[in-house]
């Protein structure tokens, strides 16, 4: 095993996801490259259709026929377990399923779908740790109320019992953040983690996941819509379209001053930057 | 107020919804009353924009149905000035008498997927509520319906196609076509541009204001996103659980807010300026102020 230290985290070169439909071949992502610093925080932004979503699907490989990645390489710099070109991986890979929730886990926007309805909350998070680390159930169990209480929801030893239909969203979101955390991935990919959520339960979830990133020290892949929490958590930005990376860098220097046409045209329509009409 | 002036469009006094929600201690334990909302008091001007903004739960979305008479208010007064002069209060209405009255009062729905019938044509979609009152047919129907799309920057060709062929900026055009087909004095746009991209997003809110000048529309605008607000209302109107906490300018409440959850929320919503930090404390400035607020009704309970 090479030693990874000095590399990045994460090198994505070039990467092609295509879908083929019967409108034809879509280029979802087509040919973007970036890296990622262990501990850094970087925001893939665009709007619908602009290929950050399938992007990070991608890095997990999570992308379902009709869509496969057609090209490029997505270089995992893994201090755990070397170096790893995640393309080259089978889908039923052991591998492969040690870097999904071990190494790299990933949290969704809508945190009823990523739950089990009928399996209590406590269960499943103990379950990444039975698959991912050794230990016994009731170390597991022991673990899990910890992690419960540390993602800030009270009387973690009766959550541990609750279904996901027992929870609001916001907790719900604690959950997912639990489970994503518990295993301390190297990555962290946040796929619009707040959007379902309101302004005030927004704030505190991405509090925390700061701050859980600080204490694990992993890095942040954020996938949003929203250049304020790209402003407020993120290190660096890519901005999307059409499936393409059209600007990168610093967030202070894109945001501050962007060079590209598109990124000053989404900054512009931002409601709070736009002048009041009459 | 200018000898001229008619009073507001709509005046909206006390108004209430409560639902009675089962309790879990068994069939026999008694129901427990949520007031989705409570003692809501405001006025619309004609042309005025109001924001009525809050998170989920604090009871926007119900009082705008109460307004609009898809909920029947538990109490409180909903006076609306049709154009003849005459107030009718909608909270007691017949729905016989109310239904001449939906062609002053129309919505925007928030979801341009859901809410527009996947089986019908656009045409058959915007000339309908046209149908529904008796106001037009045949080819003045059509002449109304391309005349529309026009108006919201469609093409009156689309009226033959099918609301899939659309995107959601466009199936958002569409559901406006259909609110003002009826040439309505009042709008309630129930979160009319969250679902879309925020480039959409400033196309349709330009599309409504430019709208607003032409039709001499008054809107009711409920909305979660407070930026949205701040540039698209005259006034802004802050819920939480059931209550309006708040009422002001919109200038005013985004640059003076005086009300300590205005301020909390606002203080919440993340800058793309990345030196203006949000404020990432605010479960523990909503555990103070509840708190604080618990302590004077205790007080006030005590000198009673």
Redesign the interface.
Same mark, same amino acid.
């Given at each position: 095993m090479e030693p990874t230290a000095d590399l990045p985290l994460l090198e994505v070169e070039d990467l092609r996801t295509t879908f083929t439909t019967d409108d034809g071949v879509v280029n979802a992502v087509d040919g973007v490259s970036f890296s990622l610093a262990r501990g850094r925080t970087l925001a893939l932004v665009g709007e619908s259709g602009s290929g950050k979503s399938a992007t990070a699907y991608s890095l997990l490989r999570l992308i379902q026929p009709p869509g496969r990645i057609t090209g490029g390489r997505i270089l995992l710099h893994s201090a755990r377990a070397g170096t790893i070109d995640l393309t080259q991986l089978s889908d039923h890979s052991d591998l492969l399923y040690k870097v999904r929730g071990g190494m790299i886990s990933m949290i969704f926007q809508e945190p009823m779908t990523a739950l089990s309805p009928v399996h209590s909350v406590g269960s499943q998070i103990a379950e990444a740790i039975l698959l991912h680390q050794h230990a016994t159930r009731a170390e597991a169990r022991q673990r899990t109320v910890d992690m419960l209480a540390r993602v800030g929801l009270s009387q973690p030893e009766q959550r541990y019992d609750q279904y996901p239909h027992e929870l609001s969203g916001g907790m719900r979101q604690r959950v997912i953040i639990a489970m994503a955390l518990v295993c301390r991935p190297e990555l962290l990919i946040a796929d619009e983690p707040t959007t379902a959520l309101d302004v005030t339960i927004q704030a505190q979830i991405l509090g925390l996941i700061r701050t859980l990133q600080r204490e694990i020290g992993c890095a942040v892949l954020l996938i949003t819509h929203d250049f304020g929490v790209v402003a407020q958590v993120a290190d660096d930005v890519a901005v999307m379209h059409h499936g393409r990376i059209v600007e990168r860098g610093p967030v202070r220097t894109v945001l501050k001053a962007p060079q590209h046409a598109y990124t000053r045209a989404l900054l512009d329509a931002l409601p709070s930057r736009r002048a009041r009409v009459a | 107020m200018t000898p001229t002036d008619p009073g507001p469009l709509l005046s909206v006094r006390g108004l209430a919804k409560h639902f009675s929600v089962p309790s879990r201690g068994g069939r026999l334990a008694p129901a427990s009353v949520v007031k989705a909302v409570d003692d809501v008091s405001f006025d619309l001007a004609p042309g005025e924009t109001l924001g009525l903004v809050g998170? =989920?739960g604090s009871g926007k979305t119900t009082a705008a149905r109460c307004i609009l008479r898809a909920l029947v208010p538990t109490a409180g007064e909903v006076h609306y000035r049709l154009p003849d002069g005459r107030t009718v209060d909608l909270a007691v209405l017949s729905d016989r008498a109310l239904k001449p009255i939906r062609q002053h009062v129309q919505m925007v729905f928030q979801d341009p997927f859901s809410s527009l019938n996947p089986r019908m044509t656009v045409g058959a979609i915007v000339g309908e509520p046209l149908v529904i009152h008796g106001l037009a047919r045949g080819s003045e129907l059509d002449d109304r319906v391309a005349e529309i799309l026009r108006r919201v920057g469609l093409q009156p060709e689309h009226a033959r196609r099918y609301p899939h062929a659309f995107s959601?900026g466009q199936r958002q055009r569409i559901g406006i076509a259909r609110a003002l087909v009826m040439r309505p004095a009042l709008v309630v746009c129930d979160e009319a541009t969250s679902a879309l991209?925020? =480039?959409?997003?400033?196309q349709v809110?330009?599309l409504l204001?430019e709208l607003q000048g032409e039709f001499r529309l008054t809107y009711l605008f409920v909305a979660?996103?407070?930026?949205?607000v701040?540039?698209?209302c005259d006034r802004v109107a802050v819920m939480r659980r059931g209550r309006i906490v708040e009422l002001a300018p919109a200038p005013q409440i985004f640059a003076a807010p005086q009300h300590p959850y205005t301020r909390?929320?606002l203080s919440?919503?993340?800058?793309?300026?990345?030196d203006v930090?949000?404020?990432?404390?605010?479960?523990e400035e909503?555990a103070r102020l509840d708190a604080a607020a618990a302590a004077v009704a205790a007080a006030a309970a005590v000198e009673s």
């Open positions: - | 998170e =989920s959601g991209d925020v =480039s959409v997003q400033a809110l330009d204001k979660h996103n407070l930026d949205v701040r540039n698209f909390i929320l919440a919503v993340p800058s793309p300026d990345p930090p949000m404020n990432f404390q605010v479960a909503l």
